[in-house]
């Protein structure tokens, strides 16, 4: 007896019967700006997932950091593995509340694409520099331009020619973390999912390599609800645990089962509508994003690797910016210049500080500083 495969139309009529009504459904799709022949045996969503994994943006999320650099130890989170923990969360997510999880799963793999070197640190540095050419910086626009424009993989188009409701994620992605409260209209649930994940996976990790860097303690840690409340739940269930690793992983993994499942009462409460944490259980969570802000973020060990990584950007941008033909030619190649005076342009300054931008956030940590000092 042969296997039996799969066909796009398969997946698309599984979709249709075990979706929610409020679903993104892949035969549904508005598309993809260039028009291309159909995969035989990958959804839509499916086909820009295996297209963002693929991506140079994405490998070389291992080499940027998420909090710690990589001289604090082998086991921090860096930019690549916050990922992958965003994904993992945003799939179970949507499987539970019956949304498309590849749709979902595309947007969660391709939502840091456009992250600086040296974590938000680098991000600020960088926004701070186009400030002055009377632009910003923003790593979720960065992702979006990414996949539309910059990566180059087809003869007839820039970027990865994504379908509009992968881009439209990336373009409306925000945590309160990366936007202070900002709000954004128009969300997908399923974009709205990866951004909660988001927000799940760096509460928990940080929370987990914070104790790891011996930042704070438990005993720092039991004024917060969320944390009394689960390692409370932890000890009910387990007894007494005298290995504090084994402890800090149990009470962590609570926490985050406390996060899920309040999203997903929260998500059936509200039929369909929006996808968040309940007002009560919000306010705790917000607790400790504050503590993690003053015992974490702002802590004298991680502020001096942040102002080390800034200034490296900072020089590295005056470094390119003085001398183009530093960067591939793939880069300095889009400038075109004729005549003196149109190197002393308005236009020409902020065309190559653009430029020079886009090489700077797509370097690792490691690449950003051997340029810098080559």
């Given at each position: ?30 598309g ?44 921090f ?40 070197p ?41 970027g990865?020619?994504?379908?509009h ?7 409306k ?5 990366d ?26 990790h940080?929370l ?17 609800a969320?944390?009394?409340e ?7 269930k ?32 509200n ?10 259980f919000?306010?705790?969570?917000k ?9 974490m ?6 502020k001096?690797?942040s ?8 020089k590295l ?23 003196s005076s149109?190197?002393?342009s ?29």
């Open positions: 007896m042969g296997f039996v495969t799969a066909s796009k139309k398969d997946f698309e009529k599984t979709e249709r019967k075990n979706l929610a009504p409020y679903a993104v459904k892949s035969s549904q799709s508005q993809r700006e260039f028009p291309e022949t159909e995969d035989l045996t990958r959804s839509a969503f499916q086909r820009d997932r295996d297209r963002i994994i693929h991506s140079k943006p994405f490998r070389r999320l291992s080499g940027k950091t998420q909090v710690f650099v990589a001289t604090y130890g082998d086991h989170r860096d930019r690549l593995t916050h990922t992958l923990e965003v994904a993992q969360i945003a799939r179970d997510l949507a499987r539970n509340l019956k949304l498309n999880e590849d749709l979902v799963e595309a947007i969660a793999l391709a939502h840091d694409l456009g992250h600086t040296f974590g938000h640190a680098g991000e600020i540095a960088l926004d701070k520099i186009m400030r002055k050419f009377g632009l910003s910086f923003e790593h979720n626009e960065q992702s979006k331009r990414i996949v539309e424009k910059l990566e180059k993989q087809f003869p007839n188009f820039d990865l020619n994504l379908t409701e992968v881009r439209q994620g990336l373009a992605h925000q945590t309160i973390y936007q202070n409260d900002k709000k954004i209209e128009g969300k997908t649930l399923e974009a709205q999912v990866a951004d909660i994940a988001d927000e799940i996976a760096y509460h928990n940080d987990d390599d914070g104790l790891r860097s011996k930042l704070f303690n438990f005993k720092d840690l039991q004024r917060l969320l944390w009394k689960a390692e409370k739940k932890v000890y009910k387990y007894g007494e645990i005298s290995d504090p690793v084994i402890l800090r992983h149990r009470i962590v993994s609570q926490i985050f089962s406390f996060m899920a499942e309040n999203v997903l009462k929260t998500a059936a409460r039929k369909g509508r929006t996808v968040c944490f309940s007002a009560d919000g306010r705790s969570v607790q400790l994003r504050q503590f993690l802000w003053n015992k973020y702002n802590s004298p060990q991680v001096k690797h102002r080390r990584g800034q200034k490296i950007i900072e941008f005056q470094k390119l910016y003085k001398n183009p033909k530093l960067m591939p030619k793939s880069f300095w190649g889009r400038m075109t210049v004729t005549g149109a190197i002393l308005p236009s020409y300054r902020v065309a190559l500080a653009t430029v020079v931008k886009d090489y700077v956030a797509g370097c690792t940590d490691a690449y950003a500083e051997k340029i810098l000092n080559s």
